[in-house]
Nanobody, 114 residues
Framework: VQLVESGGGLVQAGDSLRLSCVAS????????MGWYRQAPGKQRELVAT????????NYADSVKGRFTISRDNAKNTMYLQMNSLKPEDTAVYYC????????WGQGTQVTVSS
């Protein structure tokens, strides 16, 4: 599964963004997926996960109530709706297959100004 992220940008605190992750191949629909982020000088962290069928989601405490992960298996696409953005959400955001350690995409930059 190859992954391409998009949708990042420069926004102000309180604004919203919707990230997309388009996957190639036919196995996307059977994969549990996640969104990760990496801020400058920090380790990559897991932000949200979603099961293969989309029925179960989990979130890091720092984004709970503000971010929503979803997927459309018919379109081989996963989304991250980010509301009430904060400057501390500034990072490069990546999508990834849960449990896979390699083949990261290029990520999409999200910058939130105060």
């Amino acid at each position: 599964v190859q992954l391409v992220e998009s949708g990042g940008g420069l926004v102000q605190a309180g604004d919203s963004l919707r990230l997309s992750c388009v996957a190639s191949g036919s196995t996307f629909r059977i994969k549990n997926m996640g969104w990760y982020r990496q801020a400058p000088g920090k380790q990559r962290e897991l932000v949200a996960t979603i099961t293969s069928g989309g029925g179960r989601t989990n979130y890091a405490d720092s984004v709970k109530g503000r971010f929503t992960i979803s997927r459309d298996n018919a379109k081989n696409t996963m989304y991250l709706q980010m509301n009430s953005l904060k400057p501390e959400d500034t990072a490069v955001y990546y999508c990834q297959v849960i449990g896979r350690t390699g083949s990261w995409g290029q990520g999409t930059q999200v910058t939130v100004s105060s």
